[in-house]
């Protein structure tokens, strides 16, 4: 039993199933914990009793188990099948989970020292908690570090002695301090571009902008200097601050018009406390805002992404989603037009998917999405695999645009497979090659997100005509990366032209462009080589919840 409980306490995956003594042990050491903790812990979890275990909550799944010389401080909860190995350091808030195998020898630092005050020792100052989160089946390397806010999505891998200060993107492999994203483990799978000479390329172009970014906010300030026009002369309004605020996210910086403290009061100051919509500059101030109206509906994603941008959230519940009972959902889904403006329609649901995210996430709402799921797939083109069909007028404009708002602030939103995957595709590859809205010299911003987006989506789920794909993505990320304009950022239409409205450079276009450029990346399996991310509206982590 002495030979037995040593080696348990150090290879405990060796004593599954556990002898009936062993179990005995556990029973009692579970039992103790409960007493002295809010824990909840599965009969198959082996927690070594050389462990140190001072947890204020404790989950523990199936076969999971915490080894010799581990010290737990403050919130953990743990899936299934995870190991914490020896001399393993974890506090503040944790989560990890099921098949999470976490080496010898690492920290994570699920909290946070404050330190801005330099009048008061740090040691005094307070004490923040945002929280590690870990999906399922990752692996982290000995002696690696997490710290306080990341995320790290599922398949991932962190090198030994990694650093971890930022979100870790799902089947990446990262490495070094701070850590970097190294390649994506699915690269394989894809043609790699060999000889093509785009890593190089994408490492130039990040360079540029990372340096430039500080001289293109400079010249979208407004003339009080305090917020943002889209392009010089313009009106200040709401989404150009949104657009600046998720711009300088993407590279870990902040726009330097205002502190911090001060952009989140900025942007949660324009939300109407009833209904939880928005009033402010660019949107309309002679009438109360409504959800009907498109034109408050956008401020949904702008604001409250921004805001997530800066470590915050919306003041108050987005009322306008959350009272909305089943029957007036599926009554307004009903009569949306989707014969004719299927690009309408998906932005009413990008709105209503994402202000559902937002009560859940921040409101603790219990608000179930199981009848817009039901209605979503009994009204799904099984033929198009879209919602709506293309008209005369506009061909696949409605209907694959409207795709990439509906997915976006519901499937890809909340991590939902697609129905009719191949079929999407078909579609959306016939879209492309519509040369009035895409040539080497067309294609703007809106309507490029609008294929790349849904085609990076679907690809989550096959790899059904990923050649061509893969051609479609290369093409309009060559496109887009000879038109940055120095200093100056992107324009909406990419091209230029003064005289012409969106011919411009400015950060609409700059963001939107951004975030093309990586998804375009993502589908050539080369996005390791740009170490920014989308972040806010064009993010790709799915915010999950579990809302049906």
């Given at each position: ?287 109360r805002p409504t959800f009907e109206h498109q034109a408050f509906r ?96 506009e061909k696949w404009v409605q209907p694959v645009n409207g795709f ?128 920014y991310r989308p972040k806010g509206v064009h993010r790709l982590e ?7």
């Open positions: 039993m002495s030979t037995e409980s040593r080696e348990l306490d150090y290879l405990p995956w060796t004593g599954f199933p556990f002898s009936p003594e062993v179990q005995q042990e556990q029973n009692a050491l579970h039992a103790r914990l409960a007493s002295e903790y809010e824990a909840e812990i599965s009969p198959e979890a082996f927690i070594s009793p050389k462990a140190r275990v001072f947890a204020e909550k404790l989950k523990i799944g199936a076969r999971s188990y915490i080894a010799a010389h581990a010290l737990v401080r403050g919130e953990l909860s743990i899936g299934e099948d995870c190991s914490i190995n020896p001399f393993t350091s974890i506090h503040g808030k944790v989560i990890l989970g099921n098949g999470v195998r976490v080496a010898s020898l690492v920290t994570l630092a699920g909290a946070n020292h404050s330190f801005d005050d330099l009048s008061i020792p740090v040691h005094k100052q307070r004490v923040t908690i945002e929280g590690i989160t870990i999906g399922d089946d990752v692996w982290v390397g000995a002696h690696v570090v997490v710290l306080d806010g990341v995320t790290v999505g599922s398949h991932a891998i962190l090198a030994a002695g990694a650093v971890v200060t930022r979100d870790v993107p799902e089947y990446a492999i990262v490495g070094g301090n701070p850590a970097r994203v190294i390649r994506d483990r699915r690269a394989s799978r894809k043609q790699k571009n060999s000889g093509s000479g785009w890593e190089g390329i994408l490492e130039q172009f990040e360079e540029t902008v990372r340096t430039q970014l500080p001289a293109v906010l400079k010249r979208c300030e407004s003339s009080d200097g305090k917020n943002y026009v889209d392009t010089p002369g313009g009106k200040a309004e709401l989404r150009p601050l949104c657009d600046a605020v998720e711009i300088m996210a993407m590279f870990g910086m902040l726009p330097p018009v205002q502190p911090r403290e001060r952009l989140i009061e900025t942007l949660q100051d324009t939300q109407d406390k009833n209904s939880g919509l928005f009033m402010g500059p660019g949107l309309p101030s002679d009438r956008y401020p949904i994603l702008a604001v409250g992404y921004a805001l997530e941008t800066l470590g915050s959230h919306l003041r108050y519940p987005v009322s306008a989603v959350e009272n909305m009972d089943t029957d007036s959902l599926l009554q307004a889904l009903d009569a949306l037009n989707w014969e004719t403006n299927a690009w309408g329609a998906g932005d009413w649901l990008d709105a209503f998917g994402t202000g559902a995210y937002f009560n859940a996430k921040y409101f603790h709402s219990r608000k179930r999405l199981e009848p817009l799921w039901g209605w979503l797939a009994t009204h799904v083109d099984p033929i198009l695999g879209l919602w709506g069909k293309p008209t005369p007028e990439y708002r509906l997915t976006r602030g519901t499937y890809a939103q909340f991590g939902k497979p697609l129905p009719c995957v191949k079929e999407a595709v078909d579609s959306v590859l016939a879209h492309t090659r519509n040369t009035t809205i895409f040539r080497e010299d067309c294609g703007n911003a809106c309507m490029t997100l609008d294929i790349i987006h849904p085609l990076w989506l679907i690809g989550k789920q096959t790899d059904y005509r990923s050649a061509e794909i893969q051609e479609v993505a290369s093409r309009h990320l060559k496109r887009a990366i000879s038109k940055w304009v120095e200093h100056q950022g992107f324009s909406f239409e990419l091209e230029q032209d003064a005289s012409r409205p969106g011919f411009t450079p400015g950060l609409q276009g700059t963001e939107m462009w951004l975030s093309i450029i990586y998804l375009c990346s993502e589908l050539m399996g080369i996005s390791n080589r740009l170490h799915v915010a999950g919840l579990g809302l049906g």
